[in-house]
T-cell receptor, first 110, second 116 residues
Framework: DQQVKQNSPSLSVQEGRISILNCDYT??????FLWYKKYPAEGPTFLIS?????DKNEDGRFTVFLNKSAKHLSLHIVPSQPGDSAVYFC?????????FGAGTILRVKS | KAGVTQTPRYLIKTRGQQVTLSCSPI?????VSWYQQTPGQGLQFLFE???????NKGNFPGRFSGRQFSNSRSEMNVSTLELGDSALYLC???????????????FGEGSRLTVL
């Protein structure tokens, strides 16, 4: 039972353009959502988060949007840079659980 | 402040053997979680320890076990290794736990296990 789904295994974007990574969840008990970034041979690092009481959180080039009614969140990266190429994991927290999605590989081409 | 340290970084075992992986959390963090990463499966939750007690457990067979010591260091053990156990095993620490509060975790670099 995949409670957190990232349906796009990979995404390729041109440098300077917007990258949009999507994530869907099924469990209404989740009330906090996070994005992690992972480079090869390194552990994931926290990128940005959003509480369920908000619908948008922005941090520099990174913005996370939350649509609670659709149980959907997205990560926008503007402008995308080659250094953003990594695996991005969506995670949902609640009820003493933290569940990760399968990840999306982002490739930013220069 | 030192990050999460995992040892060994790489190891190769054969089927049927057992393996123990170690994790030292960030100083002051009482929660340690373990994850298995395989291609296409994302980060699969193994278990979480908080103050030496297992607080949560994922859907893995009993061959996977763990423990946490009084200094918050944690070990995980996999017995009777199978080919499918080949993966990157990640340890993460946090102040309040994987599902508590913000849920922000600090990950180590992982232990890459290859089972032949």
């Amino acid at each position: 039972d995949q409670q957190v789904k990232q349906n796009s295994p990979s995404l390729s974007v041109q440098e300077g353009r917007i990258s949009i990574l999507n994530c869907d969840y099924t469990n209404s008990m989740f009330d906090y959502f996070l994005w992690y970034k992972k480079y090869p041979a390194e552990g994931p690092t926290f990128l940005i988060s959003i509480s369920s009481i908000k619908d948008k959180n922005e941090d520099g080039r990174f913005t996370v949007f939350l649509n609670k009614s659709a149980k959907h969140l997205s990560l926008h990266i503007v402008p995308s840079q080659p250094g953003d190429s990594a695996v991005y994991f969506c995670a949902a927290s609640g009820g003493n659980k933290l569940v990760f999605g399968a990840g999306t590989i982002l490739r930013v081409k220069s | 402040k030192a990050g999460v340290t995992q040892t060994p970084r790489y190891l190769i075992k054969t089927r049927g053997q057992q393996v123990t992986l170690s994790c030292s959390p960030i100083s002051g963090h009482r929660s340690v979680s373990w994850y298995q990463q395989t291609p296409g499966q994302g980060l699969q939750f193994l278990f979480e320890y908080f103050s030496e007690t297992q607080r949560n457990k994922g859907n893995f067979p009993g061959r996977f076990s763990g423990r946490q010591f009084s200094n918050s260091r944690s070990e995980m053990n996999v017995s009777t290794l199978e080919l499918g156990d080949s993966a990157l095993y990640l340890c993460a620490s946090s102040l309040r736990g994987a599902g508590g509060g913000t849920g922000e975790l600090f990950f180590g670099e992982g232990s890459r296990l290859t089972v032949l």
